[in-house]
């Protein structure tokens, strides 16, 4: 089945450790999508990558990163993780960036700041 | 600025009850008006979606949801909870260049 594939489920580092979150698709969508969700909280959008275009959003911390080598692949490199960077971090895709777009989702990682 | 809210945290409700989660919305326009679950360590799985045309949307997993433009809402409905309705609800809508998630809404289904 086609799907949205996140690595490692359960991610712990270090506080000021880099760390890196990996996500992989089957779909062939052009955009992919980073959010950070926290406890009780609303999915936040980090950023996200039309095709090789990147978009960040005005309130994400310089702190978080993000790289696409190709259409499968995206990744979230946090430079200095800190206490309050744990989180649930979810990518998603979609065909197009339209936001009459549906989301496709995987299971997310959970990262735990040490 | 554009603005979902879900009023409810936490409901629960009988196996066999019918449920509804409440959604309203600020935004200028019409939106597009998603509601998404999300299931104890999976993501967040599309159960339907608004654009335009017949106000009552049909689901999966025997979902609906009714827009209301005079009241800005989108409520979900399901006549009948099973036990694996469990989970957690996020309305969401697409507005200018995002989609916005609300806060959620966490179901507890009871024998």
């Known amino acids: 089945d086609a799907m949205v594939i996140q690595n490692p489920r359960y991610q712990v580092t270090q506080f000021g450790k880099p760390v890196t979150l990996s996500c992989s698709q089957t779909l062939n969508h052009n955009v992919m999508y980073w959010y950070q969700q926290k406890s009780s909280q609303a999915p936040k959008l980090l950023f996200h990558?039309?095709?090789?275009?990147?978009?960040n959003e005005a309130d994400t911390p310089d702190n978080f990163q993000s790289r696409r080598p190709n259409t499968s692949f995206c990744f979230l490199d946090i430079r200095s993780p800190g206490l309050g960077d744990a989180a649930m971090y979810l990518c998603a895709t979609s065909r197009q960036t339209g936001t009459n777009e549906k989301l496709f989702f995987g299971s997310g990682t959970q990262l735990s700041v040490l | 600025a554009q603005s979902v809210t879900q009023p409810d945290i936490h409901i629960t409700v009988s196996e066999g009850a019918s449920l509804e989660l409440r959604c309203n919305y600020s935004?200028?326009?019409?939106?597009?008006l998603f509601w998404y679950v999300q299931s104890p360590g999976q993501g967040l799985q599309l159960l339907l979606k608004?654009?335009?045309?017949?106000?009552l949307v049909q689901g999966i997993k025997g979902f609906e949801a009714e827009f209301k433009r005079s009241q800005s809402s989108f409520n979900l409905r399901k006549p009948s909870v099973h036990w694996s309705d469990a989970a957690e609800y996020f309305c969401?809508?697409?507005?200018?260049?995002?989609?916005?998630f609300g806060t959620g809404t966490k179901l507890q289904v009871i024998p």
């Open positions: 969401a809508f697409g507005g200018y260049q995002k989609v916005t």
């Open positions: 608004y654009f335009s045309g017949d106000t």
């Open positions: 990558y039309y095709d090789k275009d990147f978009n």
């Open positions: 935004y200028g326009a019409t939106p597009y």
